[in-house]
């Protein structure tokens, strides 16, 4: 493919399989289906995943960034407040897509094969993915974006956990992780490896333009048919890559520094109805200065404003998705879900940590050297840059919460849940407030499609679904969770039951615990004075962990 070619060009192209790729072409609108559910009878459903997005980062959260089409499902729809995530990646990817705890699943922690069951890097057999569930209900099954559930990538690696082999008619996006958003590395159609891109390619609108296209042609070709529609962001994960025209809109908006800034969110989230007001808003991290005193502001504020034109550009892709299928006559009858993968990402770039840098191409496609690390010397933002936004940004982001991304306090694994579906809920801009957690996703879109869960599948025995559905809460009703919610990622332990948090920071880290109603930044430890509550919750974990494979546990990361 020719570097000449304009990306809504490329787009048309890869949509129709014209890269010489026949398993492209062959497998374009070929669904497998055993049945077609009538017209109207079951919704489109759409769900969205964003990458390393902060809690009150969107606009109906809280956030001063302009997410007006978030914002529009939002107020059209439903969020709930009090839903979690697994505080990182690859694992809330194999839990939302199995409904199932990760470590189930067989991604209990990163792509690297530990050799123990729950941490072997790729999906095991013992699952099966919603799309592999709808697709036997009738529905055709499309995906764009972000795979990362199998240490099995591009070019020549068996390709058994990827997506038209886990239930997807058609993808496009990455197998891998994170990458350049100008030049990602694993790009790929269906099986197949793209291997140059066009001079405008810019991820995220490639991921969100072939999400449109999808729908766009899926109705051309087979209107009827219901489709399920998973579109997974990279945005904003590291690095901090934007188009300059989306970072001019928030220039200046961060000179007021992260005091202020965690200041004004947590006063709009109070109005709004996010947080409580007795909620106390967590102190800055002892790690980041005051912003009186920070010696680069600039740079610093630069960092903020091109992490805001990200998600902002996000933003606007998801306008587009929600356009197509408004122009197919859709819009009314598709669940659509939106959510975080984990709480903002604190990782700093520094040369003394090879690791983050191993990720950081070393020429841009022109052939410029790429310059990587967080120095006040490399403005981010263009393709030969590649840096994060840092502690002292996700700290904002994850207002008014504790710790970060890949913690599970709940700056960690506390999401933003958006849903709209305006056949089915009739609420409008309301809040649900119950906990939820990832494993609820599965459950409920089986129920609002009317797919049946195996018990088998390609001669395996399945593990049950973990969580609950969702559905009750649509129409105000208290969902019927009788389990706690469970939660482990790197030794970083936790339980929410009822209004109660039992958490621990590491493996060595003392149990914590909390009343979410009236603290749920967790600022107040009741862990000496319930010593008999420690103990109970602590000893559900513990079980959990042994059912669920969490235990063995690897002996290093």
Same mark, same amino acid.
């Given at each position: 493919m020719?570097?000449?070619?304009? +990306?809504? =060009? ?12 026949? %398993?492209?072409?062959?497998? @374009? ?6 049945? +077609?559910?009538? $017209? ?8 969205i995943? %964003?990458?390393?997005m ?8 809280? !956030? ?22 697994t ?14 705890y ?20 790729? @999906? ?5 993915t919603i ?14 974006g ?23 008619d ?36 490639? *991921?969100?333009d072939?999400?449109?296209?999808? *729908? ?6 087979? !209107?009827?048919?219901?489709?399920f529609?998973? #579109? ?13 025209n989306?970072?001019s809109?928030?220039k200046? $908006? ?15 989230? *109070? ?14 991290d ?7 005193v920070?010696? /680069? ?8 404003? #091109?992490?805001?034109a990200m ?17 197919a006559?859709?819009?009314? /009858?598709?669940? *659509?879900?939106?959510?975080?993968? /984990?709480?903002?990402?604190? =990782?700093e770039f =520094? ?12 020429t ?6 790429? +310059? ?7 403005l ?7 840096t ?6 996700? /700290?904002?982001?994850?207002t008014?919460f504790?710790?970060?991304k ?5 700056g960690?694994?506390?999401?933003p849940?958006i #849903? ?7 609420a ?39 969580g609950?559905s969702?559905?009750p809460?649509?129409?105000? +009703?208290?969902?019927a ?8 990622? =790197? ?6 039951? !009822? $209004? ?12 914590e @615990?909390?009343?979410?109603e009236?603290?749920?930044?967790e ?6 004075r319930? &010593? ?6 602590? %000893? ?6 042994g059912?669920?494979?969490?235990? &063995?546990? &690897?002996?290093?990361?």
């Open positions: 020719p570097l000449g070619c304009g +990306r809504r =060009e490329f787009i048309r192209k890869i949509s129709y399989g014209s890269f010489g790729f026949a %398993a492209a072409s062959s497998l @374009l609108f070929t669904t497998g289906c055993s049945k +077609r559910p009538k $017209k109207g009878k079951s919704p489109d459903i759409v769900l995943l %964003a990458d390393d902060g809690y009150s980062d969107v606009g109906s959260f809280g !956030g001063e960034i302009q997410t007006p089409q978030i914002d529009r499902l939002a107020g059209n729809g439903l969020r709930f407040t009090q839903f979690y995530n505080s990182r990646c690859c694992p809330t990817r194999a839990s939302l897509l199995t409904g199932l990760p470590h189930q699943a067989g991604i209990g922690w990163m792509m690297q094969d530990k050799g123990l069951e729950g941490y072997r890097g790729d @999906l095991n057999a013992r699952n099966v799309a592999e569930v709808l697709k036997q209900a009738g529905y055709a099954t499309f995906m764009s972000k795979w990362h559930v199998t240490r099995f990538g591009p070019p020549d690696s068996p390709k058994h956990n990827w997506p038209l082999q886990r239930g997807f058609r993808f496009f996006g990455t197998i891998g992780g994170s990458g350049s958003y100008f030049h990602p590395t694993s790009l790929t159609i269906d099986n197949d490896p793209i291997t140059a891109v066009p001079s405008d390619f810019y991820y995220t609108d490639a *991921i969100s072939q999400a449109a296209r999808f *729908i766009d042609d899926h109705t051309h070709s087979r !209107g009827e048919q219901p489709f529609l998973y #579109v997974a962001y990279t945005a904003p994960h590291w690095p901090l890559h934007a188009l300059e989306d970072i809109k928030y200046g $908006k961060y000179d007021c520094g992260w005091d202020a800034l965690r200041e004004k969110r947590h006063a709009r989230m *109070i109005e709004m109805g996010v947080v409580e007001e007795n909620w106390k808003r967590t102190v800055r002892a790690r980041v200065p005051p912003w009186g920070e010696e /680069n502001k600039e740079w610093q504020a630069r960092r903020m404003e #091109v992490y805001a998600v902002d550009r996000m933003d606007q892709g998801i306008g587009r998705i929600v356009s197509a299928l408004e122009k006559g859709r819009l009314e /009858n598709t669940l *659509i879900l939106f959510l975080s993968d /984990n709480g903002g990402c604190a =990782e =520094e040369f003394s940590n090879p690791w983050f840098l191993n990720f950081a191409p070393k841009t496609r022109d052939g410029r050297p790429v +310059r990587s690390g967080n120095l006040p010397s490399i981010p933002g263009p393709e030969d840059t590649y994060s936004y840092g502690i002292p940004w996700a /700290n904002a982001s994850n008014p504790r710790r970060y890949s913690w599970v306090h709940e960690g694994i506390a999401t849940l #849903v709209h579906w305006p056949a089915r809920i009739k409008r801009s309301e809040f649900r407030r119950q906990p939820g957690h990832l494993i609820d996703v599965m459950p409920s879109i089986i129920e609002a499609s009317g797919a049946e869960y195996p018990l088998r599948h390609h001669g395996t025995e399945i593990l049950p679904m973990e609950i969702l559905l809460a649509f129409d105000g +009703r208290p969902p969770r009788e389990k706690p919610i469970f939660f482990e990622h =790197e030794g970083n332990r936790a339980l929410r039951q !009822g $209004k109660w948090k039992l958490v621990a920071a590491g493996w060595e880290g003392p149990w @615990l909390y009343d979410l009236s603290d749920r930044t600022t107040v430890d009741l862990a000496s319930h &010593p008999d509550l420690v103990s109970e919750l602590a %000893a559900q974990w513990q079980a959990w962990a059912r669920t494979h969490v235990l &063995p546990r &690897p002996e290093d990361f």
